[in-house]
């Protein structure tokens, strides 16, 4: 019998500032350039042990309300970056543990309208090429994982405002009250980025526990209103959850370390 290949290809966003990704670790995991900054780089290893080859391109995505992203064509995005980057190497092949750097050089046109330019660096995975018989047939499972990061650029943008404009506790098919449901609102030319905490407290007299947490969360340019679901980590710490308040905080990171963009506290009574 023949072997049946089957290629599984997905796209993973990369959320922190070091990500392992089943076989390929990058660092960092996403770039931005800032007005003054011409090159950046990108560190590659390979953690699996075998031979990896992955062939490096820009992509166009667009980001969705409630995450993740949308493939898009190159003239569908008059704000990409793409056009503007030059990377070096194109294609890599990395033996198990070796580190490959990947270059990238910034070219900036005159007279560049106001805003936030970005295209995502798209690491795609390329059969080894080692077909392996096994014995008795069967479906051999191959699989080939891509990945995507986002390389940024800034032209004269402003600091982005975000509004927190709802929040709220949900009870799952478990029973358990162990997702909070957040509304956020973004305006200015800037993508937000930082770490999203709901913390939560019984009475006015309690302390503030944290319940939930996000790192690395962006709100793109193309997304003025987001929507997101938090797990709880721990649903007992909300004794009675439909009496008490939440407090949700929006602290920048990386680029914005020092800034927090928004904090709002909620009641949470048994009427609503």
Not at 50 to 61: A, D, G, H, N, V
Not at 98 to 111: G, I, M, S, T, W
Not at 180 to 200: D, Q, Y
Request: net charge positive; aromatic share 8%; glycine share 6%.
């Amino acid at each position: 019998m023949n072997y049946v290949t089957l290629r599984i290809v997905f796209a993973v966003l990369l959320l922190c500032t070091l990500k392992v990704h089943a076989s390929l670790m990058i660092s960092p995991t996403r770039v931005v350039f800032d007005e003054r900054q011409r090159h950046a780089k990108v560190f590659l290893i390979n953690s699996s042990q075998e031979y990896k080859t992955y062939r490096l391109s820009f992509k166009e995505k667009r980001a969705l309300p409630q995450g993740g992203y949308q493939d898009i064509a190159s003239e569908d995005n008059p704000m990409r970056l793409s056009e503007l980057l030059r990377m070096t190497p194109k294609q890599v092949r990395l033996a198990p543990g070796e580190r490959q750097v990947v270059k990238l050089a910034l070219r900036r046109k005159r007279d560049m309208a106001e805003g936030e330019y970005r295209s995502h660096l798209f690491f795609q995975a390329l059969p080894n090429g080692q077909e392996q018989a096994q014995p008795g047939g069967g479906i051999r499972l191959n699989m080939i994982m891509s990945y995507s990061i986002p390389v940024i650029y800034r032209q004269s943008t402003s600091l982005p405002q975000v509004e927190i404009e709802q929040a709220q506790i949900l009870r799952s098919d478990t029973g358990l009250y162990d997702k909070v449901a957040i509304t956020l609102k973004r305006n200015g030319n800037a993508s937000s980025f930082g770490n999203l905490r709901v913390l939560w407290r019984q009475n006015q007299q309690a302390q503030w526990q944290q319940i939930a947490l996000t790192n690395s969360y962006s709100i793109y340019p193309e997304v003025s209103r987001a929507q997101l679901q938090l797990t709880i980590l721990k649903p007992q710490l909300l004794k009675n959850p439909r009496s008490g308040q939440l407090k949700v905080v929006y602290d920048g990171g990386s680029e914005y370390a020092q800034q927090q963009f928004a904090e709002r506290i909620f009641t949470v009574s048994s009427g609503q």
